[in-house]
């Protein structure tokens, strides 16, 4: 069983939550919409759209995990700290 289950806490869903989900989200809905990148041009240092687009990708999802994570850290020190009043 889930900490807020056995506390008899709902889970909670807060704009933070939302924005962290979105942020995680983003990546899967840019490569799995294959048609928006699916083409040779324009190029880049001599390489297709198709490839540079998808290494592109993978340096943006880091970027977003890294900025997932840092806004999860602060809403569970946020939650904490309120838990203690």
């Not at 990148?37 to 993978?58: C, E, H, N, R, S």
Request: glycine letters at 8%.
């Amino acid at each position: 069983m889930s900490q807020a289950t056995q506390q008899g806490k709902p889970p909670v869903v807060t704009p933070v939550r939302v924005v962290i989900g979105l942020l995680l989200v983003a990546p899967f809905v840019a490569m799995l919409w294959v048609g928006s990148y699916a083409k040779v041009d324009p190029t880049f240092i001599g390489i297709p759209f198709f490839y540079w687009y998808q290494m592109l990708w993978v340096l943006i999802s880091t970027a977003l995990t890294v900025i997932a994570y840092l806004l999860w850290q602060s809403d569970q020190r946020a939650r904490k700290g309120g838990d203690a009043k």
